[in-house]
């Protein structure tokens, strides 16, 4: 419909702009004639000279193909080059405004009846057809225009020279334009028609795919894709919407896995803590040294329970948290007092616990989730160093970043274990990380407190060699006012 208004408007404003130029070039045609008459018939005019005055206005009305008359002041046909109006006053607005002297030429367009012996033109075409049909009921009528020009004489207005001349075939050729451009402008409408449901149907198919597949997913139907055809718009939407339908559906089986591992590893606790309670009350001479035994084992649970709750709370807030708490941290003050808060767990087991710490290197950031990080790296270190073996915690400037590193000689990882060791409930080994106590949960934690303050990791790892963790941050301007001197750069802790 649009498109319809639109080319019925270009039509319009065309039509009129050709109707305006052929017409204009008539109207100049007739004045600069009339004009020219009514010089021509001024002297006859002043010398009262009728005879003459008819035979000019008889010759000039046979060449022109046009009717002549001069009338007098009062508006009186003074001369008629056909003798059909002599002594007839004429009503014609323009003929009155050249004799009261307003203007020296006006025009008027009239409409008469046709002489009924005028020949029409025939024509075989469909233009013409379409011509013939739509103007059938006025074939009886003739379009002319009236000019009038002023004659002087004696520096007065002695009368008004009126020329008729039929437009008739100019309107007829306007009105065959006008009928060719509407034909024209239908023909392309309709072009233009076909062409936009064409293409609205090839959009408004994929757009109906991606619908059913929005609403299939919003179903929880996330193994929905939709088809990729091209290049287009529309296929690199296709393409987009795959790929987060994709990562939808990772995420939707993600949660799947972390809520039955959570699950088990809270299950796990508990049933161990009912087998072990399920004992003592149904043992009726508990020997108490069992009991205490059995005592210790589920205060152990219940350790291992806590840990486990407050890393997931940890993990969720990690998820829900838009930006972290940025603060100037003294990564090389808060590394050390990690080690030394974890120096005891170290020589528990006989480790050595070695630092390496620059001093007054500083990181933008978070402190508490920073101290989690490097408690969490060097905590499970120690857990996964056998007896004797060290453990190394350094922290050095690296161009524009701080390096911390955590090495150790402990187990090590297998290579096809590396890039999984981040996932959450990961581990290399079920039965031994339950035995440390160890979750499945921390190293996941580390990677997300570091991406959340702009790092990376990475991880070297040989089986039964030991492994090195090793975490780049971006390093802060050291404050103007700097903290107290740290310990030496390179300490045995343990």
């Known amino acids: 419909m649009l498109i319809l208004i639109c ?9 009129q702009v050709v109707r305006s ?22 002297p006859y005019l002043s010398q009262h000279n009728a005879e003459g005055l008819y035979s000019y ?6 060449s022109l193909g046009a009717a002549l008359l001069v009338v007098n002041p009062s508006g009186t046909v ?36 046709a002489s009924t012996n005028k020949t029409e033109a025939s024509g075989t075409g469909l233009v013409s057809m379409l011509q013939r049909w739509l103007t059938a009921g006025s074939r009886g ?5 009236y000019g009038a020009a002023t004659i002087m004489a004696d520096n007065a207005i002695a009368g008004a020279v009126v020329l008729s001349i039929s437009i008739q075939s100019l309107m007829d050729q306007i009105e065959n334009i006008s009928l060719q451009m509407s034909l024209v402008s239908l023909l392309v409408a309709a072009v233009a028609m076909l062409f936009n449901i064409l293409v609205s149907g090839a959009l408004i198919k994929p757009l109906r795919s991606l619908t059913e597949s929005i609403r299939l997913i919003g179903q929880g139907d996330f193994s929905h894709r939709v088809k990729v055809r091209g290049r287009s718009e529309m296929a690199e ?17 993600s949660r799947g896995e972390f809520v039955s591992n959570a699950s088990h590893e809270l299950k796990t606790p508990l049933a161990s803590m009912k087998i072990l309670v399920e004992t003592m009350l149904h043992e009726e001479n508990l020997d108490p040294a069992m009991a205490h035994e059995f005592l210790g084992d589920i205060n152990s649970e219940i350790d291992r329970m806590s840990q486990l709750i407050s890393e997931l709370l940890a993990l969720v807030k990690q998820d829900e948290a838009d930006a972290i708490y940025t603060q100037e941290v003294h990564i090389s003050s808060l590394a050390m007092e990690v080690t030394l808060k974890l120096g005891k767990l170290a020589s528990e087991k006989g480790i050595v616990l070695e630092t390496d710490i620059a001093r007054n290197l500083y990181v933008l950031g ?48 297998a290579q096809e274990d590396i890039t999984k060791i981040f996932d959450r409930f990961y581990r290399v080994d079920k039965a031994r990380s339950r035995h440390t106590g160890g979750t499945g949960l921390g190293l996941s934690i580390v990677k997300g407190i570091v991406q959340a303050h702009g790092g990376s990791i990475q991880v070297k790892s040989q089986l039964g060699e030991g492994t090195s963790m ?25």
């Open 141 to 145: 009528e003739e379009t002319v225009v």
């Open 366 to 413: 978070d402190r508490m989730m920073l101290e989690q990080m490097i408690t969490n790296l060097v905590d499970n270190a120690i857990k996964y160093t056998q007896e004797k073996g060290h453990v190394m915690v350094s922290v050095h400037r690296a161009d524009t970043q701080v390096q911390l590193v955590v090495q150790d000689n402990g187990i090590g990882i």
């Open 78 to 113: 003074l001369m008629d080059a056909y003798s059909q109006y002599n002594g007839r006053r004429l009503p014609y607005l323009e003929t009155q405004a050249v004799l009261s002297g307003q203007q020296s030429f006006a025009w008027g367009m009239h409409t008469l009846t």
């Open 237 to 253: 939407m296709a393409a987009t919407f795959n790929a987060v339908t994709e990562k939808l559906e990772n995420l939707d089986q």
């Open 21 to 42: 130029y052929f017409m204009d070039q008539q109207i100049q045609q007739i004045r600069t004639q009339a004009e020219r008459i009514a010089v021509e018939a001024a």
């Open 470 to 494: 090793e975490v780049l941050l971006p390093m802060a301007p050291v404050p103007s006012e700097e903290a107290p001197a740290q310990p030496q750069e390179s300490e045995d802790l343990v």
């Open 7 to 15: 080319f019925g408007a270009f039509q319009f404003w065309v039509s």
């Open 57 to 62: 206005l008889k010759s000039e009305a046979n």
